[in-house]
T-cell receptor, first 116, second 116 residues
Framework: AQSVTQLDSQVPVFEEAPVELRCNYSSSVSVYLFWYVQYPNQGLQLLLKYLSGSTLVKGINGFEAEFNKSQTSFHLRKPSVHISDTAEYFCAVSEDSDSGYSTLTFGKGTMLLVSP | NAGVTQTPKFQVLKTGQSMTLQCAQDMNHEYMSWYRQDPGMGLRLIHYSVGAGITDQGEVPNGYNVSRSTTEDFPLRLLSAAPSQTSVYFC???????????????FGPGTRLLVL
């Protein structure tokens, strides 16, 4: 069964500083990896996803993530954060499946707190 | 194109009451899911559907029922509300055909439920 671990529940950072949000996954088959963002009192929206190919994935709002199969990680990075990046970030995984569908498993989330 | 819509936005119930959370999408998506979000727990899958007439249980299905009579609608029923069902509920949908497990899920704005 698939699982996701987000190692940090909260990451405080100053504006314009770089940030890395960590995500590790566990799965016995090929996986698809996602980062979703949730702004206060809103639903989730997709930041980026890894399906196959290049291990460096670029997403919206200047975020990027790198898939590392040997370390089973998919860490999210941004070189310079803004106040508006304050939100909760969720890593998620789904597995390859003969049926063509697999449920999405989420990590517990990391709250990114950007201060001036 | 309204995307995924959920009603109501807020609801207060007394223990033992029943209610239905509504979810609709206008993107002709095959796959629809219900999640609950609790502090420190991330999102947990309650039920999902891979098409009209087909539903299956997720990680936390107890106390909830679903049905999928049309492609557009996927209501979630609480049969006898309990305080443990106090949560934020999100509905999501995905196309599900082209990329299968790699498809992006689109989330509704959520329903905040308080059970007294």
């Amino acid at each position: 069964a698939q699982s996701v671990t987000q190692l940090d529940s909260q990451v405080p950072v100053f504006e314009e500083a770089p940030v890395e949000l960590r995500c590790n996954y566990s799965s016995s088959v090929s996986v698809y990896l996602f980062w979703y963002v949730q702004y206060p009192n809103q639903g989730l929206q997709l930041l980026l996803k890894y399906l196959s190919g290049s291990t460096l994935v670029k997403g919206i709002n200047g975020f990027e993530a790198e898939f590392n199969k040997s370390q089973t990680s998919f860490h999210l990075r941004k070189p310079s954060v803004h106040i508006s990046d304050t939100a909760e970030y969720f890593c998620a995984v789904s597995e390859d499946s003969d049926s063509g569908y697999s449920t999405l498993t989420f990590g517990k989330g990391t709250m990114l707190l950007v201060s001036p | 194109n309204a995307g995924v819509t959920q009603t109501p936005k807020f609801q207060v119930l007394k223990t033992g009451q029943s209610m239905t959370l509504q979810c609709a999408q206008d993107m002709n998506h095959e796959y629809m899911s219900w999640y609950r979000q609790d502090p420190g727990m991330g999102l947990r899958l309650i039920h999902y559907s891979v098409g009209a007439g087909i539903t299956d249980q997720g990680e936390v299905p107890n106390g909830y029922n679903v049905s999928r009579s049309t492609t557009e609608d996927f209501p979630l029923r609480l049969l006898s509300a309990a305080p443990s069902q106090t949560s934020v509920y999100f509905c999501a949908s995905s196309l599900g055909i082209i990329q299968g497990p790699g498809e992006t899920q689109y989330f509704g704005p959520g329903t905040r439920l308080l059970v007294l």
